[in-house]
C-alpha cells in the first residue's frame, strides 16, 4: 500500500480507499473482533479472500498481533 486515500470511519461511497503497488506478496493489515483476541498468534496460516481482481482465496501468514 502506498496512501490510505480514507480514514477509519469516514463514509465510503465508490471512492479509492487505497493505492497498492505490489500484490505479490501481499500485505494485509486487519482489525479483527474483540471475540477472537487470544486466538490469532504470529505465524498462524489464515485464509483470505480478498475482492475483485484477485478475488481467490488465498492463504496468508499471521506476522504481527498487536
Known amino acids: ?6 480514514a ?3 463514509v465510503v461511497d465508490k471512492e479509492t480507499l ?3 503497488v ?8 486487519m482489525i479483527l473482533p474483540t471475540h477472537l483476541f487470544g ?3 504470529p505465524g498462524d496460516s ?4 480478498p475482492k475483485r481482481p ?3 482465496p488465498r492463504i496468508a ?3 504481527v498481533v498487536d
Open 39 to 41: 486466538s490469532v498468534a
Open 18 to 20: 487505497l493505492e497498492i
Open 8 to 10: 477509519p470511519g469516514e
Open 22 to 29: 505490489q500484490t505479490d506478496p501481499l500485505r494485509i493489515e
Open 46 to 49: 489464515v485464509e483470505i479472500i
Open 61 to 63: 501468514q499471521v506476522a
Open 54 to 56: 484477485l478475488d481467490q
Open 1 to 6: 500500500m502506498v496512501d490510505r486515500l480514507m
